[in-house]
């Protein structure tokens, strides 16, 4: 089990950036693939981004491809969703995720690892 916490969140507007990061608890945070999701109210949580243990794969859904970049530091157990060009469609509690790396193009495989989340509000 591992425990994640979320920040950087925030209120920005249209066009503008945030840095999200995720601090995992516990030794084993390397041997995990992490995840962004997001969730919008009235919405499903959605997979965002992914990074496997290395960072050598990574997956963006198709609606942050170019403007989303998700990286992580092993060494300090922490995971980053850097958010650029956002719009208000962005707009979501985005959460962190601890869980594996699979086959095909949908490889990530969510566990039952669950930061709190961060609010994002981007302003139009």
């Known amino acids: 089990q591992v425990q994640l916490v979320e920040s950087g969140g925030g209120l920005v507007q249209a066009g503008g950036s945030l840095r999200l990061s995720c601090a995992a608890s516990?030794?084993?945070?390397?041997?995990?693939?992490m995840g962004w999701f997001r969730q919008a109210p009235g919405k499903e949580r959605e997979l965002v981004a992914a990074i496997t243990w290395n960072g050598g794969r990574t997956y963006y859904a198709d609606s942050v491809k170019g403007r989303f970049t998700i990286s992580r530091n092993n060494a300090k157990n922490t995971v980053y969703l850097q958010m650029n060009s956002l719009n208000a469609e962005d707009t979501a509690v985005y959460y962190c995720?601890?869980?594996?790396?699979?086959?095909?193009?949908?490889?990530?495989?969510?566990?039952?690892?669950w930061g709190k989340g961060t609010l994002v509000t981007v302003s139009s």
């Open positions: 516990g030794r084993t945070f390397s041997s995990y693939a």
């Open positions: 995720n601890a869980g594996r790396d699979g086959d095909g193009s949908q490889w990530y495989r969510p566990m039952d690892n």
